[in-house]
C-alpha cells in the first residue's frame, strides 16, 4: 500500500542520515587524533608577479593526509575544524609551521619573501588573542612583521563585531598585511574596505575562470583592479589556469596572478629550491614568461 511505501522511503531515508552523521563523527575522531598527533601539513602555492615573472609571495595552504582515507579537501575539513573549534589548535600548528619555513627562507637571503596565511574568524573569535600569539611566535621565529600576510573572507568576517575589528586591526598596527580573499563572492564587500586597510584583494576564482575578452567577467575583473588601485590595494587574481586568462590580467593592470597556470601548492622543500635555484620553472622557453 502506498502507507507502506511511505513508511520505507522513510526508514531508508532515515537509515542514510544516520550513516552520514555517523560518517561525520568518525571523520571529526580521526581529525582531531591527526591535529593531536601534529600531522596536517602546511603546502605553499607560489604567487607571481605578472609584470616580472618573479616569485616573492606565497599562499600557505594546510593538507591532510587521512591514514586512510587518503588526501581530504579542507574545503571538507576546516567547516569541521570550526564547528568544533579544532581550528584553534589547528591554527597556531599552521601558524607554526609557516614562521618556521619562511624564517629558513629569509635566512637563505630572501628576505622579500611575504607568505600568506588564511585565518578562519572562528578563530579570531575564539578569544584566544590570536593575533598576539602571532606576534610572539613571528618574534620569537626571527622574521620581519610583514612577513606575514593574513587572508580573511568577505563573507564571514562578521564585520560588526569588536572583538574581530579589534583583532584585525591589531594585525596591521604590528605591520602584518592584510588581503581580502574570494573578492566578490561575499556579501558586504565594499563596507570591508572602509573599515579595514587591506594590502590585498584577492580576485575570486569565480570571475577568472571564464574569463574571455569583451565578456562580463572581464569588465569586472577590469573595474575591481581599477577600484582596488584606486584604494591602494594591490590585486592577486585566484586561479589562473591558461595564458589566455594571464594575458587578460595584464591587460587590466592585475598585479600578481597565482594558479596551476604557474603551480600548485607544493611542499616547503620544493618552494625554497625554487627560491634556491633562482630559477622557477615558470620562467623560461616553453613557459608563460619566455621573455623575462
Ligand atoms: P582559498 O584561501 O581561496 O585558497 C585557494 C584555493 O584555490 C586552494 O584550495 C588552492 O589549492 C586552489 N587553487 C589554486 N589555484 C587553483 C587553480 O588554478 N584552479 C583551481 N581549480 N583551484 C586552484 P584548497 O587548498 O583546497 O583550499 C580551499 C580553501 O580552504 C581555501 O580557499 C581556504 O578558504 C581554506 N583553507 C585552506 N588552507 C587553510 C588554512 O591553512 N587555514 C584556514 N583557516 N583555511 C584554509
Ligand atoms: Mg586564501
Ligand atoms: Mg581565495
Ligand atoms: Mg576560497
Given at each position: 500500500?502506498?502507507?507502506?511505501?511511505?513508511?520505507?522511503?522513510?526508514?531508508?531515508?532515515?537509515?542514510?542520515?544516520?550513516?552520514?552523521?555517523?560518517?561525520?563523527r568518525?571523520?571529526i575522531k580521526?581529525l582531531?587524533a591527526?591535529?593531536a598527533?601534529?600531522r596536517?601539513?602546511?603546502?605553499?602555492?607560489?604567487?607571481?608577479?605578472?609584470?616580472?615573472?618573479?616569485m616573492r609571495?606565497?599562499?600557505?595552504?594546510?593538507?591532510?593526509?587521512?591514514?586512510q582515507?587518503?588526501?581530504?579537501?579542507?574545503v571538507?575539513?576546516?567547516?569541521?575544524?570550526e564547528?568544533?573549534?579544532?581550528?584553534?589548535e589547528?591554527?597556531?600548528q599552521?601558524?607554526?609551521?609557516?614562521v618556521?619555513?619562511?624564517?629558513r627562507w629569509?635566512?637563505?637571503?630572501?628576505?622579500?619573501?611575504?607568505?600568506?596565511?588564511n585565518?578562519?574568524?572562528?578563530q579570531l573569535?575564539?578569544?584566544?588573542e590570536?593575533?598576539?600569539?602571532c606576534?610572539?611566535?613571528?618574534?620569537?621565529?626571527?622574521i620581519?612583521?610583514r612577513?606575514?600576510?593574513i587572508?580573511?573572507?568577505?563573507?564571514?568576517?562578521?564585520?560588526?563585531?569588536?572583538?574581530v575589528?579589534?583583532?584585525?586591526?591589531?594585525?596591521?598596527?604590528?605591520?602584518?598585511?592584510?588581503?581580502?580573499?574570494d573578492f566578490?563572492?561575499?556579501?558586504?564587500s565594499?563596507?570591508?574596505?572602509?573599515?579595514?586597510?587591506f594590502?590585498?584583494?584577492?580576485?575570486?576564482r569565480?570571475?577568472?575562470m571564464?574569463?574571455?575578452?569583451g565578456?562580463?567577467?572581464?569588465?569586472?575583473?577590469?573595474?575591481?583592479?581599477t577600484?582596488?588601485?584606486?584604494l591602494g590595494?594591490?590585486?592577486i587574481?585566484?586561479g589562473?589556469?591558461?595564458?589566455?586568462?594571464?594575458?587578460?590580467?595584464?591587460?587590466?593592470?592585475c598585479?600578481f596572478?597565482q594558479?596551476?597556470?604557474?603551480?600548485?601548492?607544493?611542499?616547503?622543500d620544493?618552494?625554497?629550491?625554487?627560491?634556491?635555484?633562482?630559477?622557477?620553472?615558470?620562467i623560461?622557453?616553453?613557459?608563460?614568461?619566455?621573455d623575462?
Amino acid at each position: 500500500t502506498a502507507k507502506e511505501q511511505g513508511r520505507n522511503r522513510y526508514a531508508y531515508f532515515s537509515h542514510i542520515m544516520q550513516e552520514r552523521a555517523q560518517a561525520r563523527r568518525q571523520l571529526i575522531k580521526d581529525l582531531r587524533a591527526c591535529i593531536a598527533a601534529e600531522r596536517l601539513k602546511v603546502h605553499y602555492q607560489p604567487i607571481i608577479c605578472l609584470e616580472t615573472g618573479q616569485m616573492r609571495k606565497a599562499e600557505s595552504l594546510v593538507r591532510w593526509n587521512h591514514p586512510q582515507k587518503g588526501p581530504i579537501s579542507p574545503v571538507e575539513f576546516i567547516p569541521l575544524c570550526e564547528e568544533t573549534g579544532l581550528i584553534v589548535e589547528l591554527g597556531e600548528q599552521i601558524f607554526k609551521t609557516v614562521v618556521r619555513d619562511v624564517g629558513r627562507w629569509i635566512r637563505d637571503n630572501h628576505a622579500e619573501m611575504q607568505v600568506s596565511i588564511n585565518v578562519s574568524p572562528v578563530q579570531l573569535l575564539s578569544g584566544h588573542e590570536v593575533s598576539e600569539r602571532c606576534f610572539r611566535m613571528a618574534r620569537n621565529a626571527g622574521i620581519p612583521d610583514r612577513t606575514l600576510v593574513i587572508e580573511v573572507t568577505e563573507g564571514m568576517l562578521l564585520d560588526n563585531n569588536p572583538f574581530v575589528i579589534q583583532q584585525l586591526r591589531q594585525i596591521v598596527d604590528h605591520g602584518m598585511e592584510l588581503a581580502l580573499d574570494d573578492f566578490g563572492t561575499g556579501y558586504s564587500s565594499l563596507s570591508y574596505l572602509k573599515k579595514f586597510n587591506f594590502h590585498f584583494l584577492k580576485i575570486d576564482r569565480a570571475f577568472v575562470m571564464h574569463l574571455a575578452a569583451g565578456t562580463t567577467d572581464y569588465a569586472l575583473c577590469d573595474a575591481i583592479i581599477t577600484m582596488a588601485h584606486k584604494l591602494g590595494m594591490q590585486v592577486i587574481a585566484e586561479g589562473v589556469e591558461t595564458e589566455e586568462q594571464m594575458r587578460l590580467l595584464r591587460e587590466a593592470g592585475c598585479d600578481f596572478g597565482q594558479g596551476l597556470l604557474f603551480s600548485r601548492p607544493v611542499p616547503a622543500d620544493e618552494l625554497g629550491g625554487w627560491l634556491a635555484s633562482g630559477a622557477p620553472p615558470w620562467i623560461g622557453p616553453g613557459t608563460p614568461f619566455p621573455d623575462v
